[in-house]
């Protein structure tokens, strides 16, 4: 029977999908390139915005359509599946799946073959191990989900309710997941977590993030070590050491404020003020120089005045970040917002409060990008981009596209920048790597 996997959301929903891949691969699956070739589908769901819940519905209303046409079974996992549960089985779905029962994907699907329709919600994620096979989506870097979970419970965010309070995986079982991938040729790791400095504090072992981080760079063959997402108060001085001190974790930090005013901040259930905030930068700044933050800010939160927009503004332009995630404000239903916010910010302020933001970073982004006219930057090598071009990331999480060909991705690569946007860097190939040693077969 072949599968046939779509992904909405964040970087841990794509490590979700690799894994649900590793795991009907295992059991004799094979992956259909398009849902007409595919037995069983599944829509890995987000629901951190509505448009991203309204994708998700949409994807599955094409696939019932075409379950009209031909013998397909249809399931729905991630947050979505987390929140609506059993109400997507009245809307056609064959099963759903709950974000701490991914583990248990062949045995829903194997219910669902025998003829009925399940809804599985159980926590099984003590068996998400290295053990799990996984089919990743790169050759050289790897999604590594090290916590699941969320206990900060802003008032607006839907993750607490659909992934669950925090849960850490044992440090030494992500060692070893990394030193596997180490032996398959992998040179980048990406640490996952919705909050994902709070790693190790529920296992009261010792076990801390910037531990990992120190451990996971002693590993052979790992030459960069990323990690997301922070949060604020969460960010401890060890973690800023090893960031100054380790090179091979990148000079890269998502710090999301999500408000400058500290109205919104308190309403928002954010546990620091702005001063705080700022007061952080400027001390993972005066430790890591060449560090480059990026962030993300809600805009048209309820009751948000322009006052408190102009102090989100504001903290903008003195945080200059290196790139800035906007999102418009939309009531999640089941959060403390919905519940008890009258969303009273009208849509075209939101809009035009958003363009604001958007054209402010576009500003910022171009001056600081052109620090790095005419340097020389090393990369590694990612892909081809739609434009034809290739691209890669620095260490501080710089995009350059360059001309170039299949045989350098995943290699090192020297770029001279020489033209400058809003956005990605251009340049020229000055050095690449020559051997890199071979990837092996898919993590199974």
Not at 290 to 319: Q, R
Request: charged share 35%; aromatic share 8%.
């Amino acid at each position: 029977m072949k599968f046939y996997i779509k992904t909405f959301g964040c970087q841990m929903n794509e490590n979700d999908s690799e894994t649900m891949a590793g795991l009907l691969l295992k059991e004799g699956f094979t992956p259909a390139s398009t849902p007409e070739e595919a037995d069983v589908v599944i829509i890995n769901t987000c629901a951190v915005r509505r448009k991203s819940e309204e994708k998700a519905y949409s994807e599955l209303g094409q696939f019932l359509k075409l379950k009209r046409k031909k013998k397909l079974v249809v399931g729905v996992a991630g947050c979505v599946a987390e929140k609506e549960r059993e109400r997507l089985l009245e809307r056609g779905a064959d099963f759903v799946l709950g974000t701490r029962a991914v583990p248990k994907v062949v045995n829903v699907i194997k219910e669902v073959l025998r003829g009925k329709k399940v809804a599985f919600f159980e926590d099984h994620l003590d068996e998400y191990t290295h053990e799990l096979p996984r089919i990743r989506s790169s050759k050289h870097h790897a999604w590594v989900t090290i916590i699941h979970g969320c206990d900060r419970f802003c008032t607006y965010c839907i993750v607490p309710y659909t992934r669950g309070r925090e849960k850490s995986r044992p440090m030494e079982d992500i060692l070893e997941e990394v030193r596997k991938l180490a032996k398959q040729g992998y040179r980048e790791i990406t640490f996952l977590g919705q909050n994902v400095d709070a790693y190790g504090k529920d296992l009261k072992d010792g076990s801390f993030l910037a531990k990992l981080l120190e451990e996971t760079s002693k590993i052979e063959g790992i030459e960069r070590i990323w990690f997301l997402t922070s949060y604020p108060t969460d960010f401890s001085d060890e973690l800023i050491e090893v960031i100054a001190k380790n090179p091979k974790v990148a000079k890269s930090v998502h710090l999301p404020v999500q408000s400058g005013s500290n109205r919104i901040l308190k309403l928002m259930n954010r546990k620091y003020t702005r001063e705080e905030y700022l007061s952080l930068l400027e001390k993972i700044r005066s430790k890591v120089p060449d560090v480059s933050i990026s962030s993300d800010i809600i805009v048209g939160f309820p009751t948000e005045t322009e006052e408190d927009f102009m102090e989100t503004v504001d903290l903008v332009e003195k945080a200059q970040f290196e790139r800035l995630n906007l999102a418009i404000y939309s009531p999640r239903e089941g959060t403390v917002a919905w519940k008890y916010y009258k969303d009273d910010v009208p849509h075209e302020e939101k809009v035009r409060r958003m363009q604001f933001l958007m054209n402010l970073q576009k500003r910022i982004n171009r001056k600081l990008n052109e620090r790095y006219r005419g340097k020389i930057v090393r990369v590694i090598v990612e892909a081809r981009a739609k434009s034809g071009l290739f691209y890669g990331r620095d260490i501080r999480n710089k995009i350059i596209a360059f001309e170039g060909n299949d045989t350098m991705i995943g290699k090192f690569a020297d770029i001279k920048v020489e033209k400058i946007t809003a956005g990605p860097l251009y340049g020229k190939v000055v050095w690449i790597e020559e051997d890199v040693p071979s990837v092996a077969s898919p993590d199974r």
